[in-house]
């Protein structure tokens, strides 16, 4: 139960500090007045790589809270390509990716209401609440090819990150690091083409509030795609890179003279 309460913190925190950015922070004007009236107005917004950073910031962080408590995958995609990569079991698969969509849900649902508290959440544009889209609803008119392709490679690419800094072979104590600098670096390319999922549980979570029911209904590619590439890095990396008996038994009897000597 740890395990999945970490799972809907993680996922929850990184829901309603990357989309939640985006909504509330992306972009934000101001102004200076005078008893006369505006002197003169100000851009407080963090724009797409502020919400990439944002993004990218909530994973580091999470890591490095939770991930010893539950491996910190707070996505879906990770746990089936963990799962694929053999470096998750079966069991676990369902259970986690519930307490990852109720973790996304529920931040969906606390930045709705936030972002409704001063009366001017607009949900008629294409990606409201920082939905995820295609063809209509890709922030620049990308079609779903494109933005089929862009979320497999992504996601693909992402846990192929995941699974490299986090094998026994690679420097220990970094991977949130890595991690959390990939998961920006995806942001950064891939929000002008969908608004960046590579997370079905992120999808879902603001896809349920916004109003919008053909974005619902375009909910199934941000499942299909950031699985298969999921899927496919870990069966990559399991049957490709990873330590082979030997090379294992080589490293820990390396490791053991360490320690003895």
Sequence with gaps: MKKYVAEFI???WLVLGGCGSAVLAAVVSGANKTSE?????????IGLVGVS?????????MAYAVGHISGGHFNPAVSFGLWAGKRFPSSELLPYIIAQVVGAIV?????????????KLDLSGSNPLA?????????????????????????????????GSTDARAPKGFAPVAIGLALTLIHLISIPVTNTSVNPARSTGVALFCGNGALVGQLWLFWFAPIVGALLAGWLYNGFFDET????AAR???????INS
């Design 53 to 61: 950073l944002a993004f990218g910031l909530t994973v580091l962080t």
């Design 245 to 248: 008996r030997e090379e294992k």
């Design 131 to 163: 939905t995820n889209g295609y063809g209509d609803h890709s922030p620049n008119g990308f079609n779903l090819i494109a933005c089929l392709i862009t979320e497999v490679v992504m996601t693909f690419m992402f846990l192929i990150i995941i699974l």
């Design 37 to 45: 009236g505006t002197l003169f107005g100000f851009n407080l917004g």
């Design 107 to 119: 931040a969906g649902l606390v930045i709705y209401i936030i972002a409704s508290g001063n009366g």
């Design 10 to 12: 993680g996922t929850f």
């Design 252 to 258: 820990l009897a390396a490791e053991r003279e360490l």
